[in-house]
């Protein structure tokens, strides 16, 4: 089973930018599709973007598209997210998220594999 640990949270002000890190193991890395999903306080997780196994697909929320750019080293096994122009609505604990689901996908109920989260706090 993989195990995930994400890094690369912190406070930034607005329009800097940051990169999340996802570092996976226990599993055949290059096997999973891979997404990034947060939590703001008070609101429901929602999804922010995703990546196909080969990372030739991609998939971002409305909300980041542009801004956010999801990439993965796969010798690495490690996915990462590219976050600039942040604002403070970006604002929330970042999950990363596994699945050997053979496509792409935005909902979280397919991701049975989960990170324990990094904290990005933007500031105004």
């Known amino acids: 089973q993989v195990q995930l640990v994400e890094s690369g949270g912190g406070l930034v002000q607005a329009g800097d930018s940051l990169r999340l890190s996802c570092a996976a193991s226990?599993?055949?890395?290059?096997?999973?599709?891979m997404g990034w999903f947060r939590q703001a306080p008070g609101k429901l997780r929602e999804f922010v973007a995703t990546?196909?196994?080969?990372?030739?697909?991609?998939h971002y929320a409305d909300s980041v598209k542009g801004r956010f750019t999801i990439s993965r080293d796969n010798a690495k096994n490690t996915v990462y997210l590219r976050m600039n122009r942040l604002k403070p609505e970006d604002t929330a604990v970042y999950y990363c998220?596994?699945?050997?689901?053979?496509?792409?996908?935005?909902?979280?109920?397919?991701?049975?594999?989960w990170g324990q989260g990094t904290q990005v706090t933007v500031s105004s």
């Open positions: 226990g599993g055949t890395f290059s096997r999973y599709v």
């Open positions: 990546i196909s196994w080969s990372g030739g697909n991609t």
């Open positions: 998220a596994a699945t050997r689901s053979g496509i792409i996908t935005s909902l979280a109920g397919q991701y049975p594999h």
